[in-house]
């Protein structure tokens, strides 16, 4: 398509690298206002006197003129073409410099549907031993926590940070605060206070905090277990702890200060301390807090309010007929949005409690049963997980498969298989990503969205 001429004054020279380009300020808007290109704007987005550059009109910007170029299209058309003779490596470090590596991840992926992931690629470890937990990273990297290691990626997978290790301690459970700080949860070493829970910065892994119990006016030791954050409205984190003494429960603390400013004790007959899961409910304002099997005998599922110190729903198979149902609830995961706890059992079937009604029975569905029926490796299997995503979709981690879940049903649409590494032991969606973990191999992979076609 032929278009008119833009007015002299949108328009602008580029000299990088001893080559010339011409564009237009609507194109370099495109990139935002943090971009390397924002300064050259106004605060009305119109361009600045072109004197102010050297050499006549023309900025000169000493980069490599061919990634440049790569730029410059993703900012014209939002398409990302990369030529075989660009590194992709290089050309993310050059877009980085200019600001627009947002972009580009954009154009890479395309907008995150579990039916629609790709495998993309495997990465091995260099920790020995198997894998604790996965967490995508807000950017698209991820960590990966190995016996007391935790190694972090950047969102290309082909740089690992430095390692952290909470001094030198079993970590239980690792979780973004923020793209560039995680928190790590280790085991108690009795007589020495080490373990516990910290906050780690991932690019350089320094430690920025160590968070203390407070009880009794006294600092307890602790072993810091399934972690949770809230962001709105005080940005806290949370944490399942269980000390010598009575501190068995549900730690608090503050993201910026690192300060504890809560404690939700463990009452008798019921489990906090043990939780496998965590996860902050913003439109409840309340905690979910769940301890499964095998790591009690039994099950309990809570919603705590901190506000009232109050265990405003809950659930246990206590006292539940002998089922093998129900009393083998392997994960549980809140879905705000339907008003429901979903769980999962060693048969990848799911079922549903309502949030409206405390202590209601489990509505199972044994959709999955029929295709998982005797299909169990050789090995010992590793045990469901589940993970929502933002769009409202389900997944269900069984054996060496991940299973996608959808619709007000829940109806499962598609899988996810690999065949090497054996069980996965964990995974995790983030970044436009979804990571992963095996437990025979020290692998994890990688499955992506394509982008979508151009029409």
């Known amino acids: 398509m032929i278009v008119a001429a833009p007015a002299a004054k949108d328009r602008v020279k580029f000299n990088v690298g001893g080559r010339i380009f011409e564009t237009t300020s609507t194109t ?61 490596r290089l050309l993310y470090r050059e877009a980085s410099f200019y600001g627009v590596l947002d972009h580009v991840r954009s154009a890479k992926w395309g907008p995150f549907d579990g039916n629609r992931l790709r495998y993309s690629k495997s990465i091995s470890g260099t920790a020995p031993g198997d894998g604790t937990a996965i967490r995508a990273a807000p950017d698209g990297g991820c960590a990966v926590a190995h016996g007391s290691i935790v190694h972090v990626y ?92 009575n501190e068995y429960g549900i730690g608090v603390w503050d993201q910026f200060t690192g300060k504890q400013v809560d404690f939700f004790y463990e009452s008798p007959g019921w489990s906090l301390g043990d939780a496998d899961r965590l996860q902050w409910l913003e439109e409840r304002n309340c905690l979910l807090v769940a301890t499964l099997f095998p790591r009690k005998d039994n099950c309990y599922i809570s919603l705590l309010d901190f506000r009232t110190k109050d265990m405003v729903w809950s659930w246990s198979d206590v006292g539940a007929p002998m089922t093998v149902d129900e009393r083998r609830v392997r994960d549980g995961i809140a879905m705000e949005g339907n008003n429901a706890i979903c769980v999962v059992n060693e048969y990848e079937d799911l079922g549903f409690m309502d949030l409206r009604m405390n202590g209601g029975a ?49 109806v499962m649409t598609s899988r996810l298989r690999r065949g090497y590494g054996g069980s996965i032991c964990d995974f995790s969606i983030g970044g436009d990503r979804l990571f992963a973990l095996h437990s025979e191999e020290n692998v994890f992979d990688v499955w992506e969205c394509p982008p979508p076609p151009v029409i």
Not at 38 to 62: C, H, M, R, T, V
Not at 69 to 86: F, K, M, S
Not at 363 to 387: F, Q, T, V
Request: aromatic content about 8%.
């Open 362 to 410: 489990i509505r199972w569905s044994s959709r999955s049963r029929l295709i998982m029926k005797g299909r169990m490796p050789d090995d010992e299997p590793c045990y469901p997980k589940l993970a929502l995503h933002d769009g409202g979709q389900l997944f269900s981690s069984m054996n060496d498969c991940i299973s996608v879940f959808c619709g007000p049903d829940m």
């Open 154 to 245: 950047d969102w290309m997978l082909s740089e690992e940070h430095p390692p952290l290790t909470l001094d030198h301690q079993r970590v239980n459970d690792v979780i973004w605060v923020d793209p560039e700080n995680l928190a790590v949860s280790a085991c108690e070493r009795l007589g020495r206070g080490d373990g516990g829970l910290g906050m780690f910065n991932k690019t350089s892994g320094q430690l920025r905090f160590k968070f203390q119990v407070t009880h009794d006016n006294q600092v307890k030791s602790f072993t810091a277990g399934a972690l949770a954050t809230a962001q709105n409205p005080n940005h806290r984190i949370f944490s399942s702890c269980k000390g010598r003494s």
């Open 28 to 88: 370099l808007a495109n990139a935002g206002r943090d971009s390397f290109f924002g300064p050259l704007f106004d605060e009305n987005w119109d361009l600045k006197d072109s004197s102010q550059s050297a050499g006549g009109g023309e900025f000169f910007i000493d980069r490599n003129p061919d990634c440049f170029a790569v730029v410059l299209d993703l900012l014209r058309t939002g398409d990302l073409n990369i030529p075989p003779n660009i590194p992709e």
